[in-house]
């Protein structure tokens, strides 16, 4: 492909995330029924590291974004952006139908006195405790990675893996989030490997 149609799915990527996230803030403004917690010694165990927000953003769209980068031509990069786009539908079906939220006490535990908890006070400014299960995050991540694989090799698993640190050190989801995320992004990547 030509230098300039990399930059333009660059371009339209970009724009697709941003409208993407359009439809996540959409779930958690309309719910079909009232969020849960799920209580788990477990996750009241883990601590509480705000560093890590810089890794649950930032890492994050770069990775996505390199996708583009693997795409071999106009069909693939379609190929690709529906998949996602199937991914962003089960996500949304799930946050509508079984919503879970973090507990309160989570977000209480940000005094916002570092630069890391201040950037993460503003993320939890847009993204609501809501929107947990499974998690948006490992789903993407995981079929990133999948999508990666064959050009990265092995080494791409480690994104999925730090996302999902940055995910419970955040406090921004529970444990059982992750694998199911990871789970759906798999499957996501099942229908991908059909459509080609």
């Known amino acids: 492909m030509r230098p300039l149609d990399y930059i333009i799915h660059l371009i ?8 993407v996230y359009q439809f996540y803030f959409f779930t958690q403004r309309h719910m079909l029924r009232e969020a849960r917690e799920f209580n788990s010694s477990l996750d009241e165990k883990i601590p509480f590291w705000p560093g890590w927000s810089w890794v649950y953003s930032f890492l994050y769209y770069p990775a ?16 690709i952006i529906f998949t996602y786009i199937i991914l962003l539908v089960l996500q949304m079906a799930f946050f509508s139908l079984f919503p879970v939220s973090t507990p309160k006490h989570w977000r209480t535990i940000n005094t916002g006195k570092s630069w890391s908890e201040k950037f993460l006070l503003f993320v939890q400014k847009f993204d609501d405790s809501s929107n947990c299960f499974p998690s948006m995050h490992v789903s993407v991540a995981t079929l990133t990675a999948l999508l990666a694989l064959g050009t990265l090799g092995p080494w791409v698993f480690l994104f999925p893996l730090l996302i999902a640190c940055s995910c419970t050190f955040t406090k921004q989801h529970y444990l059982l989030d992750l694998p199911a995320g990871a789970a759906l992004g798999w499957a996501v ?8």
């Open 12 to 19: 339209l990527s970009g724009i697709i995330i941003v409208g």
């Open 64 to 79: 996505i974004l390199y996708i583009n980068w693997i795409v071999t031509d106009e069909h693939h990069f379609i190929i």
């Open 189 to 196: 990547y099942g229908i991908y490997g059909w459509l080609m």
